[in-house]
């Protein structure tokens, strides 16, 4: 079993910044691709970033360049620095951790950017 918990989500005015973490626990996987994803109102989710293993990172064109991704696997952590906030990252994001057998979601934090 794997178990993700975020946190940091808030109200924040657009230009602003919010970073989002992801803790990691049970049985994690060295191999494990962690990401994060997005669900708008009215949207499916949708990657914003994910990193693997071995620190390769994709981004949405939306965020390229605004957004960043970071592990700290020593804490089983995640991170997503989001920078340059816009009123179209308002969603609720969620963490997510995928290995060979199994993909795992947190419960999601909400992320609100006010124009």
């Known amino acids: 079993q794997v178990q993700l918990v975020e946190s940091g989500g808030g109200l924040v005015q657009a230009g602003g910044s919010l970073r989002l973490s992801c803790v990691a626990s049970?049985?994690?996987?060295?191999?494990?691709?962690m990401g994060w994803y997005r669900q708008a109102t009215g949207k499916q989710r949708a990657l914003v970033a994910s990193?693997?293993?071995?620190?390769?990172?994709t981004y949405a064109d939306s965020v390229e360049g605004r957004f960043t991704i970071s592990r700290d696997n020593a804490k089983n952590m995640v991170y997503l620095q989001m920078r340059t906030l816009k009123p179209e990252d308002t969603a609720d994001y969620y963490c997510?951790?995928?290995?060979?057998?199994?993909?795992?979601w947190g419960q999601g934090t909400q992320v609100t950017v006010s124009s």
């Open positions: 997510n951790y995928r290995d060979s057998s199994r993909i795992v």
């Open positions: 049970g049985s994690i996987s060295r191999f494990a691709t």
């Open positions: 990193m693997t293993s071995s620190s390769t990172t």
